[in-house]
């Protein structure tokens, strides 16, 4: 899988110069994507004779096709949706503010863009709320009978952090898809931009919204693999560097 540093896909292992990008990386964007005026991006995946781009679409994908330890989709297709339904709406109303955030220098800008970043971190907990795990009439999870394995045992005090995923105690596309934002949110803007997303929401009680972040970050596998912060904010440095030329 390829991905470049300074990305929510960051993966140490094969990354792209997005400020140089070699001839047999566009080569092999344009082998997936037809349309050759698309900018060339990050994550491209090629899986034996499969070959995909786009984030979303490449970690579905592989929850499906290598389906062996944690399911990261629940098995009825209505508690399917909603946690698609959660992805769409994260990345749709959070995703934005937050990179624009990151992006605009004026203060006045800033503060608009953390205003709309806000709201919607509101709108996430209100979400959760209502469709989240074990709450609400439309809830995802043991409401449509279905239950999902965890393969590990857990003591008491991770088993309480997990039942602050959206879908209560399970870990699903939902978290994988988000995390990373969350990560950069949270480490990246009180440095960037002096906003602590995690103690601005704590300010404004949404409370759903800071555990379920909590419970992201302290997931094993987004501690094993998610850049450090240092790394982070090297990389948002090189990004604008690279683009400013
Ligand atoms: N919707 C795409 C967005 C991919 C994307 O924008 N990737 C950025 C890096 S994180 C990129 O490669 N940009 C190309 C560039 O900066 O030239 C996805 O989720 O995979």
Known sequence: MLTARLCACWSPNAQVDLATKPAEFIELYHSIVTDKAAKE???????????????????EFL??????????????????????LFIQQFHAKVVPPYLRLIHVEEQK???????DLLEALAAMDDFINLHGG???????????????????DQGAEEQQQQQQYFMGPYYSLAEVSCTPFVARMV???????????????KD??????????????????A????????ELVEGLAEWEWSHAM
């Open 223 to 230: 501690r094993l693999t998610g850049p450090k912060k240092d």
């Open 134 to 152: 074990y709450q609400g009439d439309h809830a995802v999870g043991p409401h449509y009978s279905w239950s999902m394995h965890s393969s590990v």
């Open 187 to 201: 480490q990246v803007l009180p440095e960037w931009r002096e906003v602590d997303v995690m103690q601005l929401c």
């Open 41 to 59: 991006a990050v994550p491209v995946i090629v899986d034996g004779k499969t070959r995909l781009v786009e984030s979303r679409i490449i970690s």
């Open 204 to 221: 404004k009680g949404l409370s759903r919204m800071v555990s379920w972040m909590e419970a992201c970050l302290q997931r094993p596998s």
């Open 109 to 115: 800008a800033k503060a608009e863009a953390t205003k």
């Open 63 to 84: 929850a499906r096709q290598y389906n062996t330890g944690t399911p990261l989709l629940p098995p009825d297709a209505a508690s399917q949706a909603l946690v698609q």
